[in-house]
């Protein structure tokens, strides 16, 4: 039986995600957004967190995990690579790992840049992935930490899931990345396509999260690096794909 997945927004831009395992009962927060980010799903559902996935060490995915340890008991797994920039976490895991919630399994992705030890968390069953912010939607996290090749690395290894994979990322900047998008990439149809469901959806108020990743694959340029076209319109041709990769994360901080 397939995980149930809740995902609201919280905080301005965040999403609050729960997963709930139906025939065990169990159920888990992808991140901690704040103490009260997951009180209204868990008022109309009845859930109780019984465990914290963290993927990075972000106050904004963090915040909430000493209220909610203490309120619920919860388990708190976080990556081992950022294990003493997180507190309260109780046991660490790493990419290839596998973590079981409830009677189902998620398997750990290492996806390093926006932080060195970012991690997300991939749903092989029902093909769910709790990307954070590795990946949004037309989008990649900022790098503030770590270098492109590695940053690419891991992108590439997110974009090797199933193209029918739904993609749960951590912010709702789906608007603004389509802008940047469409600014170096004006001329992909899958790219053009995207871009006007999210303003439709946008201006209906709606989120754009959860996004289906065969999509993003043909439209995100952030996962197009080794595109020879799109390298060429970055004056890269021929360039290796981290290096354009590189290229785009710079264009985007500074767009
Ligand atoms: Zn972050
Ligand atoms: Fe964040």
Redesign the pocket.
Do not use: P, Q
């Given at each position: 039986m397939a995980f149930e997945i809740i995902c609201r927004p919280v905080l301005g831009d965040n999403y609050a995600v729960l997963i709930h395992c139906p025939l065990t009962g169990k159920t888990a927060a992808i991140d901690a957004a704040s103490e009260t980010a997951y009180d209204g799903v868990l008022a109309e559902t009845g859930w109780r967190i019984d465990m914290i996935l963290i993927t990075?060490h972000?106050g904004?995915?963090t915040d909430g995990i000493g209220a909610l340890k203490q309120r619920f008991g919860a388990e708190v797994i976080g990556p081992e690579g950022e294990r003493d920039k997180i507190v309260g976490l109780d046991r660490t895991v790493g990419g290839g790992e596998r973590i079981a919630l409830g009677a189902q399994n998620l398997e750990i992705i290492d996806t390093p840049g926006?932080?060195l030890g970012h991690i997300a968390y991939f749903d092989p069953a029902g093909k769910n992935l709790f990307s954070?912010?590795a990946l949004f939607s037309l989008g990649c996290?900022r790098m503030f930490e770590g270098t492109p090749g590695p940053m690419w690395a891991g992108l590439e290894k997110l974009r090797d899931l199933p193209d029918e994979t739904e993609v749960y990322c951590?912010h709702e900047y789906s608007a603004a990345n389509a802008k940047f998008a469409l600014s170096v990439d004006p001329d992909n149809p899958a790219l053009v396509a995207r871009a006007a469901e999210i303003a439709r959806l946008r201006a209906d108020n709606k989120p754009t999260v959860p996004f289906n990743l065969g999509i993003d694959k043909a439209a995100n340029p952030f996962l197009r690096a080794d595109d020879p076209a799109l390298a060429a319109r970055m004056g890269l041709a021929g360039a290796n794909p981290g290096d354009v990769f590189g290229a785009i994360r710079k264009a985007k901080d500074n767009f």
């Open positions: 990075h972000h904004d995915h926006h932080t954070a912010d996290g951590g």
